[in-house]
T-cell receptor
Framework: GAVVSQHPSWVICKSGTSVKIECRSL??????MFWYRQFPKQSLMLMATSNEGSKATYEQGVEKDKFLINHASLTLSTLTVTSAHPEDSSFYIC??????????FGPGTRLTVL | AQTVTQSQPEMSVQEAETVTLSCTYDTSESDYYLFWYKQPPSRQMILVIRQEAYKQQNATENRFSVNFQKAAKSFSLKISDSQLGDAAMYFCAYSQNTGFQKLVFGTGTRLLVSP
């Protein structure tokens, strides 16, 4: 089946630094990818929809200048958390759509900001 | 805005028994999709089953089946012959008619399976 990977799986950074998370569709081309955020013991909340070659569409309340999304190719979308703070600590999950349509989720990235 | 509600934070079941997880949703759309996702401790989201709103027949996938009541906006998941590997968080989710686009998730139900 289709596979979506994320890198890194876990990152720890200091407050004020920026962190980049990669989401790749390994065996299919994904014109659309999604970024979700999951706080501990909570549900997934959609942050933004990423379309290849165009600007991402952010959900209400998500700061687009803080969470930079780049979907540069049909197999790669990146999420950059700029000037990270402890409250940004969370689990970030990407997903990608393939033909069918079918949606596959990545394994997630745990971000810890000290 | 669409909302998804899961009123059971946690459910328990014994191996080989049957358990039903509840989900209600609110939408003004007539065409949409509903899903149940499983999230094991690895945090990897796994699609369990999906239902198209225009289909009256309830979806089934092996031991998993749903009871879709469109008028009541209810979408419950029944797991038959429960197995230890079924233990996980289960999320009910909604998507508009384009399917698999933006998913709105419920708060989840933790399923515990005992031997």
């Amino acid at each position: 089946g289709a596979v979506v990977s994320q890198h890194p799986s876990w990152v720890i950074c200091k407050s004020g630094t920026s962190v980049k998370i990669e989401c790749r569709s390994l065996d299919f081309q994904a014109t659309t990818m999604f970024w979700y955020r999951q706080f501990p013991k909570q549900s997934l909340m959609l942050m933004a929809t990423s379309n290849e070659g165009s600007k991402a569409t952010y959900e209400q309340g998500v700061e687009k200048d803080k969470f930079l999304i780049n979907h540069a190719s049909l197999t790669l979308s990146t999420l950059t958390v700029t000037s990270a703070h402890p409250e940004d600590s969370s689990f970030y999950i990407c997903s990608a759509i393939t033909t069918g349509p079918r949606k596959f989720f990545g394994p997630g990235t745990r971000l810890t900001v000290l | 805005a669409q909302t998804v509600t899961q009123s059971q934070p946690e459910m328990s079941v014994q191996e080989a028994e049957t358990v039903t997880l509840s989900c209600t949703y609110d939408t003004s759309e007539s065409d949409y999709y509903l899903f149940w996702y499983k999230q094991p401790p690895s945090r990897q989201m796994i699609l369990v089953i999906r239902q198209e709103a225009y289909k009256q027949q309830n979806a089934t996938e092996n031991r998993f089946s749903v009871n879709f009541q469109k008028a009541a906006k209810s979408f419950s998941l029944k797991i038959s012959d429960s197995q230890l590997g079924d233990a996980a968080m289960y999320f009910c989710a909604y998507s508009q008619n384009t399917g698999f686009q933006k998913l709105v998730f419920g708060t989840g139900t933790r399923l515990l399976v005992s031997p």
